[in-house]
């Protein structure tokens, strides 16, 4: 009979080639096209024996690709016809994007099916993950998700806050848009740092008004110990000094003159405590001499601290490069 609209696109539904029949066998093999069939189930099949149509189950069984009748069949017995329903699980090739999340079954999408690429062919992060970001881990087997925050280090990890080029400044401030209440604690380097003038420090003043005005009073206690290339002992210290110096003897112009150093600041915005400083420097000398100092200071007012400067004694900042960062 024809098939009123249009006609179906899946299912298996086959007509067996005819099955001559031998007198006292109950089991015969299906095939189509001389091709070995197998049927999903017995329930799948439809089969006629001398007009009537068998019960599947009952009058007969499938096992692989064969029928097996519940009684042999006899001379003149006429299998009519054995057709093979489609499969109820043959659904066919889906049409594209049509397999919701709900068909796939819990446990289906395993490592063998995911191509190598699945994380080299996703974009990558340029720079460091925000502490939302998220990681996959595996905890004892389980799939889970984990907060950046969580791993990306302790006290001592530092998130870089600013950078500056100097080039002839005048000196270099840092003020409340970096120091904030988002870290407790900070580190500073300063790299390749040339002075413009001969013969001068390099001190460190701080500022309770965001910049408005520094502390230039005797509110600074400091200390630098160092020694040269030739062991020559280079030390100072001031006792309600008017700045924090971070040399331990003064450093010159010269091309071959520069100065390096990294430096710590403890908890500035904190109100029951001395602002405190410490750190290193190494600057080079135009007798050869290389200097090392190390150096500690704090401002003593129990206050915040909320912006800071450096500064060559006189003169500019010929060049250099400075970088802050935030400790959490």
């Known amino acids: 009979m024809a098939y009123i609209g249009q006609s179906p696109s899946i299912g298996n539904f086959q007509v067996c080639d005819a099955i001559s029949t031998v007198n006292g066998q109950a089991t015969y093999n299906l095939t189509v096209s001389s091709v070995a069939v197998t049927p999903e189930t017995a329930f799948h099949v439809l089969c006629s024996v001398n007009g009537v149509l068998q019960k599947s189950g009952s009058a007969f069984t499938t096992s692989g690709s064969t ?74 087997g389980v799939l889970k998700r984990i907060d950046y925050s969580l791993i990306k280090g302790g006290s001592s990890h530092k998130t870089l806050l600013l950078t500056v080029t100097l080039s002839n400044v005048a000196n270099i401030t840092v003020n ?19 002075a413009a003038s001969d013969n001068v420090d390099f001190p460190l003043r701080v500022s309770t ?23 020559t002992l280079n030390k100072s210290a001031s006792d309600a000094g008017t700045d924090m110096n971070l040399m331990s003897s003064p450093t010159g112009n010269a091309t071959s003159e520069n100065f390096n150093s990294e430096g710590y600041i403890f908890d500035p915005l904190g109100t029951n405590n001395f602002t405190t400083f410490t750190g290193r420097s190494v ?38 490069v400075f970088k802050f960062y935030g400790i959490t």
Do not use: M
């Open 67 to 140: 029928i097996v009748f519940s009684s042999n069949l006899v001379t003149n017995d006429v299998v009519d016809f054995v057709h093979i329903l489609g499969s109820v699980l043959d659904l066919g090739v889906p049409s594209d994007d049509t397999v919701a999340a709900a068909k796939i079954s819990a446990n289906a999408v395993t490592g063998a099916k995911l191509n190598t690429d699945v994380i080299s062919a996703q974009t990558a992060l340029a720079t460091e993950p925000a502490d939302t970001d998220e990681f996959l881990v595996s905890d004892a």
């Open 283 to 320: 600057y080079s000398k135009t007798d050869t001499r290389l200097n090392t100092a190390l150096w500690s200071g704090h401002y003593e007012a129990v206050t915040a601290v909320n912006c800071f400067k450096l500064n060559f004694g006189s003169g500019n900042i010929a060049s250099g």
């Open 176 to 194: 409340n848009t970096y120091i904030t209440s988002a870290y407790r604690d900070y580190y500073f380097t300063l790299s390749n740092v040339h």
């Open 209 to 231: 008004d965001n910049g408005s005005s520094f502390i230039t009073g005797s509110d600074y206690n400091r200390s630098a110990y160092g020694r040269d290339s030739e062991d």
